[in-house]
């Protein structure tokens, strides 16, 4: 099933920095990590990630760096001290969302 991208779009900031979080990772993994991860319904295109990780990488949350391995030159990002908190306050946030959310949308409804 396709998810709208309205609701993607509140969510991918915390997907990539608790991917992050466990490895330091370069774009196209992520892109491939996010979309094993959730059974393909997340489908990130290029030109989505690499924004949102310059922007991160702005604000200090990810550090960029050059590596090489088999031959292949790639770009990595690693989570900073501070995308580590910000990692976090976004899964707090994240659980209290969805906790309102599962509270609204599975309530029993009690016919009298």
């Known amino acids: 099933?396709?998810?709208?991208?309205?609701?993607?779009?509140?969510?991918?900031?915390?997907l990539i920095l608790t991917l992050l979080d466990r490895k330091p990772m370069y774009g196209y993994e992520i892109i491939k990590?996010?979309?094993k991860k959730s059974d393909g319904v997340f489908n990130f295109k290029e030109g989505t990630l690499y924004p949102i990780l310059h922007?991160?990488?702005a604000e200090g949350f990810v550090l960029s760096y050059w590596d090489e391995v088999e031959?292949?030159?790639?770009?990595?990002?690693k989570i900073t001290d501070a995308g580590k908190?910000?990692?976090?306050?976004?899964q707090e946030e994240w659980f209290t969302f969805k906790s309102a959310v599962d509270k609204v949308?599975?309530?029993?409804?009690?016919w009298n």
Request: a positive charge.
């Open 1 to 14: 099933m396709k998810v709208n991208k309205e609701l993607l779009k509140g969510s991918t900031v915390i």
């Open 33 to 35: 990590e996010i979309d």
């Open 55 to 57: 922007s991160l990488e």
């Open 71 to 77: 031959s292949r030159k790639r770009k990595y990002y």
């Open 85 to 90: 908190l910000q990692v976090k306050e976004k």
């Open 105 to 110: 949308l599975l309530e029993e409804i009690v």
